[in-house]
């Protein structure tokens, strides 16, 4: 059975980081990408970042320049630095694995950051 197991998150206060980071358990096949997303209050889920098979690096524009996505040479571990974390980056955050084959979005049980002000 494939889990997405979290860690990390917790309180802050604006201006400084945090790290969390996702782990694979399980057998999960290809993936085409793996990273976070986060649903504010009133809107719909969106992307903060995912990092591609190739390695690649996508980001969400309201996190674009402040959050870096990487990951284990075994491609089984994500880490997601966020450095001058603000208040409007109170969520949860939810990992997500995308496989391709058969086409298939795993996701975390979501980890919650807090940031004030």
């Known amino acids: 059975q494939v889990q997405l197991v979290e860690s990390g998150g917790g309180m802050v206060q604006a201006g400084e980081t945090l790290n969390i980071s996702c782990s694979v358990s399980?057998?999960?096949?290809?993936?085409?990408?793996m990273g976070w997303y986060r649903r504010p209050p009133g809107k719909e889920r969106e992307l903060v970042a995912i990092?591609?098979?190739?390695?690649?690096?996508l980001y969400g524009k309201s996190v674009e320049g402040r959050f870096t996505i990487s990951r284990n040479g075994d491609k089984n571990t994500i880490y997601l630095q966020m450095r001058d974390l603000k208040p409007e980056d109170t969520d949860i955050y939810y990992c997500?694995?995308?496989?391709?084959?058969?086409?298939?979005?795993?996701w975390g049980q979501g980890t919650q950051i807090t940031v004030s002000s």
């Open positions: 997500n694995a995308a496989v391709r084959y058969p086409p298939y979005d795993y």
């Open positions: 399980g057998e999960i096949g290809r993936v085409d990408a």
């Open positions: 990092i591609l098979e190739d390695g690649h690096g």
